[in-house]
C-alpha cells in the first residue's frame, strides 16, 4: 500500500500541472479544482491500469471528467430555464391566480413558507402528510405553517388596500390548522 501510494504522489507531483493546464482550458474557473481532483481520484482508484506514460492517460480521463461536468452543468441550465419559465405557483387551481395581489404575496415569501402554503392550498396535504413532505415532524410544520399564513396575511395588508387581494385567499391564509 505504501508503494502505491508513493507512486502515486510521484504521478500526481509529475501530471497536476498539465492536467490543471488541460482542465483550464475545458471548464469554467470555479469547477477547475474540482474536474482535477476527480480525474485523479480516478486515477487514484485505476493506477494499475496505467501502462507507459501516464499523461495521454491522465489527460483521457480528465477530457471525460470535463465532459461529463459540461453535461451536468447544460442540465442544471436547462432546468433553471424550465424552472424560471414556469411559475412556481400551478396555473389552476381553487385560488383565483389571476389575483394580482396574491400572486405578488405569494411571491414576496420565502421559499419554505410558501412551500408549507402551497402544499396545505394547492396539494390540500394534512399537516402530518406535508410534515412528511418537508421533512419535520407535524407539530414543526403546524408552526411553520401557523407562521407562513401570518406573513402572508401581513404581505397582502402592506399592499394596497384597493386592490381585492382577499378574494380567494381565506383558505391559506386564514383556515384552521388541519
Known sequence: ????????????RAHHAAVYRYVVRRVEQTAVQDVVAD???????RHDEIVGDPL????????RVSANHLRARARRAALDERLTAHSALPPASGIATQD?????????????DCEAL???AWDELSNHD??????????????????A??????????QSE????????????TSDVH
Open 118 to 120: 402551497l402544499l396545505v
Open 1 to 12: 500500500m505504501e508503494e502505491r501510494q508513493s507512486a502515486f504522489e510521484a504521478l500526481f
Open 162 to 173: 384597493d386592490s381585492p387581494a382577499n378574494s380567494g385567499v381565506e383558505g391559506i391564509a
Open 130 to 147: 406535508a410534515a412528511k413532505v418537508v421533512g419535520c415532524s407535524t407539530t414543526a410544520f403546524a408552526v411553520r405553517l401557523h407562521r
Open 100 to 112: 394580482g395581489a396574491l400572486r405578488r404575496a405569494l411571491t414576496s415569501l420565502g421559499e419554505a
Open 56 to 63: 495521454p492517460w491522465l489527460l483521457g480521463v480528465a477530457r
Open 149 to 158: 399564513r401570518r406573513r402572508l396575511r401581513q404581505a397582502l395588508e402592506s
Open 39 to 45: 480525474t485523479f481520484l480516478v486515477a487514484w482508484r
